[in-house]
């Protein structure tokens, strides 16, 4: 035992040199661990054995393996790419431009509901009123159920209109309805006036929602590709098992961070695409710009991932962790209608949220073809929620 | 005498204490030589995974000195894992990888890794290279999970409880393969709550309980403490449970107890105790069902040191 004792300060300084060379960075050499001296253990190669993986054939395998395990799993493909297409073509459909709403008019039965339907038949807006005759009560339960957007009790010469101000189209249908009756009883305008029409692809609601659609996406596949993805990693102790190699850290985040990148590239052609040959979207923008926000959201959302994930231990705590930091934005942020809705002092705090930003940019580069440049704030915005959530992930995250 | 450099992993005062509250390992000390299989042998909790992760470089110890081929943790750790070869207690590993893809994976973490298909033959995988990991089987699954270890081409060997759960064709060829490994010159530490396992694969055992080394030594030596120790079992036709007494006293005989309706008798020398016990058996005019001797275990001398079985229910 002494003898093993004695030897010890002499180990002691080898390994104080070999930390000091790490320290200037060079690389180690096994021959450091065998000091010439030191009987070398019979190892299970010859110690000059060369070094035959390359720097970053770590980082080209992980992000394979990544790409592999997620285009492995048919949910994953559905959820990311399926998805955003049907939600795109049903909403689409539901919600495409029809030439005017045509006002559904419950007209209430009564001796003078005949003359009332003549009048409105007599309108030049004819075409835009829809009007039914139907008993009192049941007009106004349907009403009540929404399958009518007015009802009209004539009342003497004039008429009755019971409509829901809360209800737009309600309230368009009062004014539309009052407006053919007015003018087909003999009403002059005192003001002349003309329209022109215009529905040119940019102010549809698709045009509207296919931006909104496709940052919803990157942030919901940055947070569970990511932030499930990793859960599920350290849940099943491979991410321990990773760290007991020589991986490089940094390798394993990188390729992480490659694949959002490849994934996104994916869901912006295939959406926009989408957009452009289903429902003739225009894209006024570069698709450089585009290309560079839609990176700047997938890494932002891959970095609120990260964090997400950073301590949890089980993929139950983690979808929860998800959900609650994606349902604000999925109401808040302008995805399937305009935070305009909301009350004017929240906009500056709905604004500072990350998709908010990422809609508003994709919005302006797609719809307006605004260049970078002009959005520097939203773009801030964005490289502030990645560079904290990143920041703060590396300080708090737990390989093992 | 061990010289410094011969001393694989060694370990002084070894504690972890969870939360201020739980004491996984209490004060361990440990030295493995180069070359050697060394087993870690205990009941489940206490405390041997704990103690070879922090040997691992994945758990920081509460206090205490760890030196793995005379290099710790702090100054080399990339260099210590290049020469590591780890399997974890129940990793999952991919499940939608293939074989082959999993480990051409964790090869390529190693700047000097062995070759796959040469490792795969290893561990009787090659035809299963491209199948999904989710597809294997159990005992396929964990001599993957060596197989991870393997192919780092590494020098020393850690293995937490690398045959939980197989069958016994495939324990048997995990023994095999950690032979092998020990014959090219590598060094193992390896868990187990099986006495079987580590009497025939290791070179020298600790037996740890409650996070203490409370016996350490080759397995002949550990049961040597015993005294010595043969087992002379046998079964003779009308056994009747109160003449148990009556067997201890044979000579040499140590004590006596009933197992399965057989007798058991510990033995100092069964050459003088087998001759008095078929004496006394022809005596009293029964006859031999059965008998047995074996040499006492390593269960044995758990049971010894601590009144438990290993792997008490």
């Given at each position: 035992?002494?003898?093993?004792?004695?030897?010890?300060?002499?180990?002691?300084?080898?390994?104080n040199e070999n930390s000091k060379?790490?320290?200037?960075?060079?690389?180690?050499?096994?021959?450091?661990?065998?000091?010439?001296?030191?009987?070398?253990?019979?190892?299970?190669?010859?110690?000059?054995?060369?070094?035959?993986?390359?720097?970053?054939?770590?980082?080209?395998?992980?992000?394979?393996?990544?790409?592999?395990?997620?285009?492995?799993?048919?949910?994953?493909?559905?959820?990311?790419?399926?998805?955003?297409?049907?939600?795109?073509?049903?909403?689409?459909?539901?919600?495409?431009?029809?030439?005017?709403?045509?006002?559904?008019?419950?007209?209430?039965?009564?001796?003078?509901?005949?003359?009332?339907?003549?009048?409105?038949?007599?309108?030049?807006?004819?075409?835009?009123?829809?009007?039914?005759?139907?008993?009192?009560?049941?007009?106004?339960?349907?009403?009540?159920?929404?399958?009518y957007d007015l009802v009209v009790?004539?009342?003497?010469?004039?008429?009755?209109?019971?409509?829901?101000?809360?209800?737009?189209?309600?309230?368009?249908?009062?004014?539309?309805?009052?407006?053919?009756?007015?003018?087909?009883?003999?009403?002059?305008?005192?003001?002349?006036?003309?329209?022109?029409?215009?529905?040119?692809?940019?102010?549809?609601?698709?045009?509207?929602?296919?931006?909104?659609?496709?940052?919803?996406?990157?942030?919901?596949?940055?947070?569970?590709?990511?932030?499930?993805?990793?859960?599920?990693?350290?849940?099943?102790?491979?991410?321990?098992?990773?760290?007991?190699?020589?991986?490089?850290?940094?390798?394993?985040?990188?390729?992480?961070?490659?694949?959002?990148?490849?994934?996104?590239?994916?869901?912006?052609?295939?959406?926009?695409?989408?957009?452009?040959?289903?429902?003739?979207?225009?894209?006024?923008?570069?698709?450089?710009?585009?290309?560079?926000?839609?990176?700047?959201?997938?890494?932002?959302?891959?970095?609120?991932?990260?964090?997400?994930?950073?301590?949890?231990?089980?993929?139950?705590?983690?979808?929860?962790?998800?959900?609650?930091?994606?349902?604000?934005?999925w109401i808040l942020s302008g995805?399937?209608?305009?935070?305009?809705?909301?009350?004017?002092?929240?906009?500056?705090?709905?604004?500072?949220?990350?998709?908010?930003?990422?809609?508003?940019?994709?919005?302006?580069?797609?719809?307006?073809?605004?260049?970078?440049?002009?959005?520097?704030?939203?773009?801030?915005?964005?490289?502030?929620?990645?560079?904290?959530?990143?920041?703060?992930?590396?300080?708090?995250?737990?390989?093992? | 005498?061990?010289?410094?450099?011969?001393?694989?992993?060694?370990?002084?005062?070894?504690?972890?204490?969870?939360?201020?509250?739980?004491?996984?390992?209490?004060?361990?000390?440990?030295?493995?030589?180069?070359?050697?299989?060394?087993?870690?042998?205990?009941?489940?909790?206490?405390?041997?995974?704990?103690?070879?992760?922090?040997?691992?470089?994945?758990?920081?110890?509460?206090?205490?000195?760890?030196?793995?081929?005379?290099?710790?943790?702090?100054?080399?750790?990339?260099?210590?894992?290049?020469?590591?070869?780890?399997?974890?207690?129940?990793?999952?590993?991919?499940?939608?990888?293939?074989?082959?893809?999993?480990?051409?994976?964790?090869?390529?973490?190693?700047?000097?890794?062995?070759?796959?298909?040469?490792?795969?033959?290893?561990?009787?995988?090659?035809?299963?290279?491209?199948?999904?990991?989710?597809?294997?089987?159990?005992?396929?699954?964990?001599?993957?999970?060596?197989?991870?270890?393997?192919?780092?081409?590494?020098?020393?060997?850690?293995?937490?409880?690398?045959?939980?759960?197989?069958?016994?064709?495939?324990?048997?060829?995990?023994?095999?393969?950690?032979?092998?490994?020990?014959?090219?010159?590598?060094?193992?530490?390896?868990?187990?709550?099986?006495?079987?396992?580590?009497?025939?694969?290791?070179?020298?055992?600790?037996?740890?309980?409650?996070?203490?080394?409370?016996?350490?030594?080759?397995?002949?030596?550990?049961?040597?403490?015993?005294?010595?120790?043969?087992?002379?079992?046998?079964?003779?036709?009308?056994?009747?449970?109160?003449?148990?007494?009556?067997?201890?006293?044979?000579?040499?005989?140590?004590?006596?107890?009933?197992?399965?309706?057989?007798?058991?008798?510990?033995?100092?020398?069964?050459?003088?105790?087998?001759?008095?016990?078929?004496?006394?058996?022809?005596?009293?005019?029964?006859?031999?069902?059965?008998?047995?001797?074996?040499?006492?275990?390593?269960?044995?001398?758990?049971?010894?040191?601590?009144?438990?079985?290993?792997?008490?229910?």
């Amino acid at each position: 035992m002494s003898k093993h004792f004695e030897a010890e300060p002499e180990n002691r300084n080898s390994q104080n040199e070999n930390s000091k060379s790490d320290t200037h960075g060079s690389e180690f050499r096994d021959s450091k661990l065998e000091s010439p001296a030191s009987p070398v253990h019979p190892i299970t190669g010859p110690p000059d054995h060369p070094i035959i993986t390359g720097r970053w054939k770590s980082y080209e395998l992980l992000l394979l393996a990544r790409l592999k395990e997620m285009y492995r799993e048919p949910e994953v493909i559905f959820w990311v790419f399926i998805f955003p297409i049907l939600l795109a073509l049903g909403l689409g459909i539901a919600f495409r431009n029809k030439p005017a709403d045509v006002c559904r008019v419950a007209l209430v039965a009564g001796p003078e509901a005949a003359q009332a339907m003549e009048l409105l038949r007599a309108a030049s807006a004819a075409g835009s009123v829809h009007a039914e005759v139907l008993p009192a009560a049941e007009a106004f339960n349907q009403f009540r159920l929404g399958k009518y957007d007015l009802v009209v009790t004539p009342r003497g010469a004039g008429f009755e209109y019971l409509y829901d101000p809360a209800r737009p189209e309600s309230v368009l249908a009062r004014s539309v309805t009052d407006d053919a009756l007015q003018l087909a009883a003999g009403r002059k305008d005192s003001l002349p006036s003309s329209a022109r029409v215009s529905s040119e692809p940019g102010a549809r609601y698709i045009d509207f929602l296919i931006p909104g659609l496709l940052g919803m996406n990157l942030m919901n596949s940055g947070m569970w590709g990511i932030g499930f993805a990793l859960v599920d990693l350290r849940q099943r102790k491979l991410l321990k098992r990773f760290v007991a190699s020589p991986m490089r850290r940094s390798d394993f985040l990188l390729a992480l961070a490659s694949s959002r990148l490849v994934l996104m590239l994916i869901e912006l052609v295939l959406l926009l695409g989408f957009g452009v040959l289903v429902f003739h979207m225009r894209v006024a923008g570069s698709w450089v710009s585009i290309l560079i926000i839609s990176a700047a959201g997938a890494l932002c959302f891959g970095g609120v991932g990260l964090l997400t994930a950073s301590r949890a231990q089980k993929i139950e705590t983690v979808s929860g962790l998800i959900n609650l930091v994606m349902m604000p934005m999925w109401i808040l942020s302008g995805v399937f209608f305009s935070y305009q809705r909301f009350p004017a002092f929240l906009h500056p705090l709905i604004k500072a949220l990350p998709l908010t930003a990422l809609n508003d940019a994709l919005r302006a580069a797609i719809l307006e073809g605004a260049p970078l440049s002009h959005q520097p704030a939203r773009l801030l915005v964005l490289g502030l929620w990645g560079v904290l959530s990143y920041l703060l992930a590396l300080r708090w995250f737990r390989w093992t | 005498m061990m010289r410094t450099m011969d001393v694989a992993v060694r370990c002084r005062g070894l504690r972890k204490t969870y939360k201020g509250a739980v004491e996984a390992v209490r004060g361990l000390d440990l030295e493995i030589h180069a070359g050697e299989c060394f087993g870690l042998l205990g009941p489940n909790g206490a405390g041997k995974t704990t103690t070879i992760e922090i040997l691992e470089g994945l758990l920081e110890p509460t206090s205490g000195e760890i030196e793995i081929l005379g290099n710790n943790w702090r100054t080399h750790n990339r260099q210590l894992r290049e020469l590591l070869g780890i399997s974890l207690q129940e990793t999952r590993l991919a499940e939608k990888l293939t074989v082959r893809e999993t480990l051409e994976l964790f090869a390529s973490f190693y700047r000097r890794p062995r070759d796959i298909g040469e490792v795969m033959e290893e561990m009787a995988l090659t035809e299963k290279s491209g199948a999904w990991v989710g597809k294997l089987s159990g005992g396929q699954k964990q001599r993957l999970a060596a197989a991870t270890a393997l192919v780092a081409n590494p020098r020393i060997l850690f293995l937490d409880e690398p045959t939980t759960g197989l069958d016994p064709q495939s324990r048997r060829q995990l023994w095999e393969v950690i032979r092998q490994f020990q014959q090219r010159g590598g060094t193992v530490l390896l868990t187990t709550h099986y006495m079987d396992e580590a009497e025939r694969l290791c070179d020298r055992i600790a037996i740890i309980d409650h996070g203490l080394t409370i016996a350490s030594g080759t397995p002949s030596e550990l049961i040597e403490q015993l005294g010595g120790h043969h087992m002379v079992e046998f079964d003779a036709s009308g056994n009747v449970p109160g003449e148990l007494e009556a067997w201890r006293s044979l000579p040499g005989v140590e004590a006596v107890h009933e197992e399965d309706g057989r007798v058991v008798l510990s033995v100092r020398e069964p050459h003088e105790t087998i001759p008095a016990l078929l004496a006394a058996i022809q005596n009293r005019q029964k006859h031999l069902l059965h008998l047995t001797t074996r040499h006492a275990s390593l269960e044995d001398v758990f049971v010894h040191l601590t009144g438990r079985h290993l792997r008490e229910e």
